[in-house]
């Protein structure tokens, strides 16, 4: 299925890239963390396992059981502070 990805913050950069459409067998969003894994370096990197990244599908926080669907939006940045 069709899956829109953006990338903020430290991943962005790490990955020199804001987004990428890609046709994805990923049935959840920990799925497709594996699949961006298993591109190698410098994906391995920017959302290795044991990494903390958080995700949101269609702008909405979740967890990486997270079912997909056609032409969702997924999000991949790192934990944010504030003060």
Known sequence: MQ??????????????????SIESQA??????RDELIARGAPWAEALERGRAVRAALDQA??????TLREGA?????PPVTGG
């Open 73 to 77: 939006e997924v999000a991949f940045f």
């Open 27 to 32: 049935r959840t969003v920990g799925e497709l």
């Open 3 to 20: 899956i829109e990805i953006r990338f903020f913050a430290a991943i962005r950069e790490a990955l020199g890239t804001s987004g990428l």
């Open 61 to 66: 926080m979740v967890d990486e059981q997270a």
